[in-house]
């Protein structure tokens, strides 16, 4: 089954607008942690944000934001501004213990961006 | 530039070859991760090593073999692959396999295979 659902295969936004990415995830680990990462053209997965199961805050880091809701298990990633070089795949990721306290990292889908000017 | 360096960044090779695919870490984490990302398929995780022992296998085919000689490198030796196993393969590493935050993965750039 999957963990991470991202439903969104693609979406568009106008520069400078504001854009949700969705995410849904499925645990029964009362620990765990959400990330999301952007992948460039290039290839090279790169984190944007990190939001702990037990953090009491939605996680901000610059433009990038967690829509935590704990109880619909959803993270979605609210990306304000959006700017030219947003574009890009945009995973979300759930880490969940797998064994004797080790947490591996699994990837939704992810979602297609595009910026346009 | 994340710290993570994958080598060679393409790699295009016939079914009864051999060759390895090379990820170097200076980062000084304890964990490295390969990942292969098919077209329209969920980043799959492949394997993860943990202070230089493996700690998950995803039940890969045999076809596929790592290696961790030490905590900066991690290879993946492959043989008599399959046109299928044409992907994208990164390489990631995290300080630990924790849960707190700063336990992210930073990947490299990834090499493009293509089995002919």
């Known amino acids: 089954a999957q963990k991470i659902t991202q439903t969104q295969p693609g979406m568009f936004v106008q520069e400078k607008e504001a854009v949700t990415l969705d995410c849904t995830y499925d645990t029964s680990d009362p620990s765990y942690g959400l990330f999301w990462y952007k992948q460039p053209s290039s290839g090279e997965m790169i984190f944007l944000i990190y939001?702990?199961?037990?953090?009491?805050q939605n996680a901000t880091e610059g433009r990038y934001s967690l829509n935590f809701q704990k109880a619909r298990k959803s993270a979605n990633l609210v990306i304000s501004a959006s700017q030219l070089g947003d574009s890009a795949m945009y995973f979300c990721?759930?880490?969940?213990?797998?064994?004797?306290?080790?947490?591996?990292?699994?990837f939704g889908r992810g979602t297609s961006l595009i910026v346009h000017p | 530039e994340t710290g993570v360096t994958q080598t060679p960044r393409h790699l295009v090779m016939g079914m009864t070859n051999k060759k390895s695919l090379k990820c170097e870490q200076h980062l000084g984490h304890n964990a490295m991760y390969w990942y292969k990302q098919s077209a329209k398929k969920p980043l799959e995780l492949m394997f993860v090593y943990s202070l230089e022992e493996r700690v998950e296998n995803n039940s890969v085919p045999s076809r596929f073999s790592p290696e961790c000689p030490n905590s900066s490198h991690l290879f993946l030796h492959l043989h008599t692959l399959q046109p299928e196993d044409s992907a994208l393969y990164l390489c990631a590493s995290s300080q630990d396999l924790g849960l707190l935050r700063g336990t992210e993965a930073f990947f490299g750039q990834g090499t493009r295979l293509t089995v002919v």
């Open positions: 939001q702990g199961s037990y953090d009491q």
């Open positions: 990721a759930m880490r969940e213990e797998v064994s004797g306290g080790s947490y591996i990292p699994t």
